[in-house]
């Protein structure tokens, strides 16, 4: 028996080798004990099935625990500077099977995907093919995994405007616990089926051991299927040296239906998904995974210098319905307060009056909305104005009554013989090149008018996928969600300047695979501002602060007043307007991620239009450290309909040096709060609020040194600061 182990980013990767096996068996913080041999929890790396022989224990209720895994011969090992390739031969069926660990320069994490390639002269149907499948999981300490308290999971829920939503639960709570001397029929299951990625859950998980002060944490990245599983890998071991494992999919039929018939000569690759681990908590492993996101999945930029600050007519504003007379004083009163990008939202191709949803496909601008000059003369004004023309676009979907819905079949996601959808959307086959020539050409067309910016909507989920392009109807979503990516890159390519925002109703599609294409993404459609708190705390979690588009929409136009915009000039609005407190509220927000503007800012009176002038001034000088921070939760999350209590984030430089706090008091009756700062006790700290800073906003605050903590009192509900906090360097 022969021990392989690797390091990178100090955690450990453990492996046993013996009789041309390789089963992996520790994974860890280096700073964790040293003398764990972890072979009685040793399992493979990678978990597969095909139809006609068996899955293995249990596989209707855990998927870890394959057979044909175990069946696997190891080839190869390839130890390069960017990571581990292994390569296995199934004998019998002839299957090459690759597993391709990448180790992130400087981020604690290890990105994944595992390829298997029909090598043999018959077809072969896989059933399951797992991304990653890593264990030695909660090992360390001289107890078990499963000792009540020990190791609690950190996951977000998500629903339409309310995403983001933390839940922590330990293993006994999960339903994961121990019931024999034998690895178990149940695990913890999260998982995504359709279109809409992040409408259930974020495709993320977190496991921490609390005894042993360590931290594990994994993402998918697709846009497709997917589906996490945290199990236990246990043989008559002795207590402490079994473990937990964590398997990550997006095909598997049981999770998803998704089937892959490989004729001789085919592969299939996986969805991406990355994991890793260090020491600390919940900040560490966001501080991780930030590094690594930011390095190896967003985007290049299309813009020069920082992220541009973007109003949006849509949200608490004109609610797709614009026109020329309400957008010129919008534009102007945008550019006042700084924007630099106006997007015409939803609306500007339907014919007034009507509902702009069945329309959507043809994309050619309404005549009767803009006046004698047209969309293009509402663009060349906001060009004038000093600021980049965008529009909205549902560009994957097809209205009912859009001359685009006259194409043949073939131009659409089809399922069980018919389109998938109907009505409002069918939805788009970007495998078709014609599809694609489609809407390079609106794209084209809209760029020739100067619009610079594009915001994607996507208010639809496709559910199984489409059963004529693939296997089955998973694989065809596989490959249609490919194909869109593929697109998205060549507009890039085609049009570098052209900055494109990824929004599904707000975040229902917040993976990273399509944020690995789309400049930035919509984190919610939430209307309420007290309640967005809640949704930006969570959301920091799986997205990046400066992909994550916040909404800040000062002076709303509540969707309830939408036909009567009168309602803003009425004297109890504009009273409830004056002490400027609900902006300041609003602007808060948005300084927590990508300020995305809307409401009707024509309408503010000085007072607010100076606060919302002095938030984007503020935004801008603090792009750069926005864009190089990590999130922290001195509070921990907030439920998005708790509106007892408070609520804070931080933005904090990589170093620990520097924090950006947002402060929410929302409903509570109490005045002042502390908020404690992990890793910044015993020191000194310059603490200075930086929005409002206007005397008369100025609160009372105080640091305690010792607690590395910070006590503000802020003495109405409703109510948010903004503050700077940078630690001393000793003279």
Known sequence: MERMEFVHEKMRLGFTRSDNKLRQDIFQPQVLPTDIQGSYAA????????????????????????????????????????????????EELKLIVELNMEFVPGAAVIRQTTTVKNDGPEAVVLTHLSSLCMQGIALG?????????????????QAWSGEGQWRCDDLDQLGLYRTSPYSMSHAVHWES?????????????????????????????????????????????????????????GASEGFGGWTKTLLPGENFTTIPAAIGCCSGGIEAAAREL????????????????????????????????????????????ATEVGAEVFCIDAGWFAEPNTYWGTSLGDWQPNANRFGDEGLAGILQTIKQAGMIPGVWLEMEVCGESAALGRQPDTWFLRRNGRRVGG???????????????YMHGTIDRLAAMGVGFI??????????????????????????????YAFLDEVKAKHPYLIIEGCASGGMRADYG???????????????????????????????????????????????????????????????MQDGEQTIFNMINGLCGNLYLSGRVDKADGLNLSLIQEAIT??????????????????????????????SVGLASMDNARVLLAIWRLESEESTIRLPISGWENGSVEVKQLYPAADPYQVMNNYNIVDGALIVNLPNRNQARFFELKKMTEQ
């Not at 209720?61 to 057979?67: E, K, N």
């Not at 300490?141 to 996951?155: A, I």
């Not at 501002?529 to 002076?555: C, D, F, H, R």
């Open 43 to 90: 399992g493979m790396n990678i978990q597969a099935a095909v139809a006609g022989k068996p899955h293995g224990v249990h596989p209707g209720l855990a998927v870890g625990h394959s057979l044909l895994a175990e069946e696997l011969v190891l080839e190869q090992v390839d130890r390069t500077e960017s990571g581990l390739s292994l390569r296995y031969l199934h």
């Open 141 to 157: 300490s001289t107890g078990s995994w499963s000792e009540p308290g020990r190791v609690k999971v950190h996951y977000w829920r």
């Open 193 to 249: 089926r359709g279109s809409w990625s992040t409408g259930r859950y974020l495709p993320m998980v977190v496991i921490e051991d609390l005894e042993t002060q360590s931290v594990w944490y994994a993402q998918a990245e697709t846009s497709s299927n997917w589906h996490i599983e945290l199990g236990n890998r246990h043989e008559h071991a002795s207590v402490g040296s079994d473990s937990l494992y964590v398997q990550i999919d």
């Open 290 to 333: 930030t590094a690594y996101r930011r390095s190896h999945l967003k985007p290049a930029n299309a813009w020069l210098g920082e992220v541009p600050v973007v109003f949006n007519d849509y949200m608490n504003c004109l609610w797709a319905d614009p026109s020329e007379a309400k957008l010129l004083p919008l534009i102007q009163r």
């Open 423 to 437: 009505g409002e959307r069918w939805f788009m086959n970007f495998t078709n090149p014609e599809v694609r020539a």
């Open 455 to 484: 915001k994607n909507d996507y208010n639809g989920c496709v559910g199984f996928g489409d059963d004529t392009l693939g296997s089955s109807a998973a694989d065809g979503l596989i490959i249609h969600m490919r194909s869109f």
């Open 514 to 576: 399509i944020l690995s294409h789309a400049h930035m993404v919509s984190s919610s459609d939430q209307e309420d501002y007290t309640k967005y708190p809640s949704i930006i705390g969570g959301m920091l979690a799986a997205v990046l602060p400066e992909q994550n588009g916040v909404w800040a929409y000062p002076y709303p136009l509540l969707v309830s007043h939408r036909d009567h915009p009168e309602w803003l000039d009425d004297k109890e609005y504009r009273n409830s």
């Open 618 to 647: 503020l935004y801008k000088a603090e792009r750069i450290h926005i864009r190089n921070s990590s999130p922290i939760w001195p509070l921990g999350f907030k439920a998005v309909n708790d509106s007892s209590g408070w609520n």
